[in-house]
């Protein structure tokens, strides 16, 4: 079958790579309009790259809506796939390619629509998640489930390796579906159960600090969901030091406390049980871990973070 693809970041390199060694014929690849980067200088995105070096023919829009019609009706493609492409799709261009656009999307829908799903699954204490194809449709994440596969969410999962994971499951799941497709056996469309749909925006910067009211469960399941960002992290005498890696232990006290400080581990209390610190990073400093932190940071019992 003849693919246009359309994404931007590292998440739609997964289903890209598995297109371009698949039977499929990857005829186009449409991607966010390269950014200023660090110190000036112009960054494209990592499907530009791959399909660059590839040969594949890459188109860049500010509006795809607006600007990419034409373009795309030139191409005669079979289907769409996208895969965090970061725009809307226009009825317009939806109605294009004659098998229609299908997403590969980071969770089982209807739970979890958004940008980050994989970041708030960790975070809400999922120990299932999975990736959905769907038909893409004019709302957000609404379409109608055309395939989907799941996996358990492990004890050590943070979001940085369960989007590793997702991502080769959803390229294989992609080229699984498309097929089927191309042999005319593809299951029966469901439609998504309103009754049970979530959504959860994009991650901010502030979702990274830490309530110390919240339980040691809920902080561990925070802490994963934002690793790598922004990152988890609270406050020691006005200044930002960040987590890097914390388990659960126990002990109570007032949230924020310092229960314990030596070389085995920062324990620090919680709304319900406690979490010890294991590598930290105070602000303007390198990660260490937890002995040569408080060899540099006089931290006691009864000292309060947040």
């Not at 994009?202 to 399941?221: Q, V, Y």
């Not at 994963?224 to 232990?249: A, D, M, Q």
Request: proline share 5%; hydrophobic share 40%; charged share 25%.
């Amino acid at each position: 079958m003849k693919i246009v693809f359309m994404g931007t970041p590292d998440f739609a390199l997964f289903s890209l790579k598995a297109l371009t060694e698949s039977e499929h014929d990857v005829v186009a690849a449409v991607t966010q309009p390269d950014r200023p980067g660090n110190r000036g200088v112009t960054v494209c995105s990592p499907v530009k790259k791959f399909a660059t070096e590839r040969g594949i023919p890459v188109y860049q829009y500010e509006k795809i809506g607006r600007e990419g019609a034409a373009d795309l009706k030139s191409l005669g493609a079979d289907v769409y796939v996208t895969a965090a492409f970061g725009q809307i799709l226009t009825q317009e261009i939806l109605d294009i390619p004659s098998f229609g656009v299908i997403n590969v999307h980071a969770s089982l829908l209807p739970k979890y629509r958004g940008s980050s799903p994989i970041q708030w699954a960790l975070i809400n204490g999922e120990k299932e998640t999975g990736v959905t194809i769907m038909r893409t449709n004019a709302g957000l994440d609404t379409g109608d489930i055309l395939f989907s596969k799941s996996i358990a969410v492990s004890p050590d999962d943070t979001a940085g390796s369960l989007f590793d994971k997702l991502g080769a499951l959803g390229a294989e799941t992609l080229i699984e579906y498309l097929d089927l497709l191309a042999r005319g056996k593809c299951p029966e469309p469901i439609k998504q159960d309103e009754s049970r749909a979530t959504y959860f925006p994009m991650l901010k910067k502030t979702d990274g600090i830490i309530d110390w009211s919240a339980s040691s469960g809920s902080i561990s399941d925070k802490s994963r969901g934002v690793t790598p960002w922004p990152g988890s992290y609270t406050f020691y005498n006005g200044k930002i030091v960040k987590i890097h890696k914390l388990e659960i232990c126990e002990g109570n006290g007032v949230p924020g406390q310092v229960l314990r400080a030596d070389k085995n581990g920062l324990t620090v209390a919680c709304g319900c049980g406690a979490v010890r610190l294991l590598e930290l990073q105070a602000e303007g400093k390198r990660r260490m871990n937890v002995a040569d932190f408080l060899n540099g940071n006089r931290i006691v019992v009864g000292d309060m973070f947040g």
